[in-house]
């Protein structure tokens, strides 16, 4: 599971790299975090692609999917609001090539990236027992 979200970060990362002025002035008008820094809207997408690359390596796994569950939660919080607030905005999952509206689509993937992150959490606690176990 980790190489497949490794794929997607570093997939989602690179689309963002085309326009990432574009994609931190449209982040921030939905992420909580990006909101409040410009410096953290520009870095997401390198971040990401960090993220992906330690995935797929299997280096630092642990703390990346903690990073990787922190961020994704601030993001589906930010997406939620909006979406509750009936803003209309564009979705910047896939940069600014794709004028998608924020929607189910940002709910569902979000939450996709949050429940695997859990899901792992949940095996390196399963794996941790076994070898306290023994």
């Given amino acids: 599971m980790s190489h497949f979200m490794g794929f997607l970060l570093v997939l ?24 409040n820094s410009t410096s953290y ?3 997401y997408p390198f971040l990401e ?3 992906g690359v ?13 990073v990787t569950l922190v961020i994704y939660s601030v993001s589906l919080y930010g997406a939620l ?5 009936k803003e209309e905005l564009h979705c910047v999952c896939l940069g600014t090539y794709f004028k998608l509206p924020l929607s189910k689509v940002t709910i569902i993937e979000s939450s996709v990236m949050i429940v695997m992150c859990i899901w792992m959490l949940m095996m390196f606690s399963s794996m941790a ?4 176990s023994m």
Wanted: no cysteine.
């Fill in 81 to 85: 609001k909006s979406i509750l607030n």
């Fill in 49 to 51: 692609i960090l993220l």
């Fill in 41 to 43: 809207a520009k870095a």
């Fill in 54 to 66: 330690l995935f797929i390596a299997q280096v630092f796994v642990f703390p990346a999917t903690i």
């Fill in 12 to 35: 989602f990362g690179f689309i963002k790299l085309n326009d990432v002025k574009g994609f931190a002035a449209g982040f921030a008008n939905y992420d909580p975090i990006a909101k």
């Fill in 129 to 132: 027992m076994t070898v306290t």
